[in-house]
């Protein structure tokens, strides 16, 4: 489109060195003054034609801007709407998480959050332990799913 907008702007600059060719003529007897308000006209012309492609031009670079943008940001927005305000939850808690894994009860919070959070074939295997009052390794799943450690509150 750049293109189109050059060859504009050359027609223009041709039109105006017409007009220019013209001015030559208007010292001429008879036809002189007819000839000299002519090239006036083709010069403005001329003048347009240049301005509007310069126009035309500054456009066409603000429209390859915003096009490449939006090639660039709506194939993101699914991520930027759904994932990215998922994942910084999680890692915020996992933040607070790591910040209190000593605390007291913490042991069965965790418990509880495995149960709500694990998947069905791998709770089966340890939730004898919770009915039994054991925290530990429904406690260790959990951290091991937010990829926590117990060493992580003495970060």
Known sequence: ????????????????????????????????????????TIREAGQSAVDGAERGRTRVKRLG???????????????LIFVLPRRLAEARDRRRIAGRLAEPGMEELLAARAVAHLPYRRLLAITGDLRQGR?????????????????????
Not at 13 to 29: H, N
Not at 65 to 79: D, E, F, H
């Open 65 to 79: 801007a915003l096009v490449g943008t939006l090639i660039a940001v709506v194939p993101s927005l699914p991520l």
């Open 135 to 155: 925290h530990e390794r429904l406690a260790d799943a959990e951290l091991a799913r937010l990829r926590l450690s117990r060493g992580a509150s003495r970060r």
């Open 1 to 40: 489109m750049a293109e189109v907008t050059d060859s504009a702007r050359d027609a223009g600059r041709a039109t105006q060195r017409a007009g220019d060719a013209l001015e030559s003529l208007s010292d001429l007897p008879v036809v002189g003054g007819t000839v000299g308000d002519s090239a006036d």
